[in-house]
């Protein structure tokens, strides 16, 4: 279709770096591969993260594997942000100078 889209992640790996690489290799490609990526990116970002986590859950099984990682992605369709995270990584978006909040962060010691 004709509309600009824009993806960013970053991810911070705990306990090794094999979840981080695992993750910043395969997410974007299940989220391009969703088929709700065009009519509903939102849904597109939180399903890749599951399908993501079940794929890497399934190779550390395999592997014995012991990292995990925290991830941020920013998808953006036309003039729609769309975030998605998992863990305490932030996402933060500067308009005119000021910090707007976009998220809070998972805490252990939050709900």
Same mark, same amino acid.
């Given at each position: 279709?004709?509309?600009?889209?824009?993806?960013?992640?970053?991810?911070?790996?705990?306990?090794?770096?094999?979840?981080?690489?695992?993750?910043? %290799?395969?997410?974007?490609?299940?989220?391009?591969?969703?088929?709700?990526?065009?009519?509903?990116?939102?849904?597109?970002?939180?399903?890749?993260?599951?399908?993501t986590d079940e794929m890497f859950l399934f190779k550390a099984k395999r592997?014995?594997?012991?990292?995990? %990682? %925290?991830?941020?992605?920013?998808?953006?369709?036309?003039?729609?942000?769309?975030?998605?995270?998992?863990?305490?990584?932030?996402?933060?978006?500067?308009?005119?100078?000021?910090?707007? %909040?976009?998220?809070?962060?998972?805490?252990?010691?939050?709900?």
């Open positions: 279709d004709d509309v600009d889209r824009a993806y960013f992640a970053v991810f911070d790996g705990h306990g090794g770096v094999d979840a981080a690489n695992y993750s910043a %290799t395969h997410l974007h490609v299940n989220v391009g591969l969703h088929e709700e990526i065009v009519k509903n990116p939102a849904e597109a970002l939180k399903c890749s993260f599951q399908k592997e014995k594997l012991r990292s995990g %990682t %925290t991830g941020v992605s920013a998808l953006i369709v036309g003039n729609e942000l769309h975030v998605a995270w998992l863990g305490d990584s932030q996402v933060m978006l500067v308009q005119q100078g000021k910090a707007v %909040t976009l998220m809070e962060p998972h805490k252990p010691e939050r709900e």
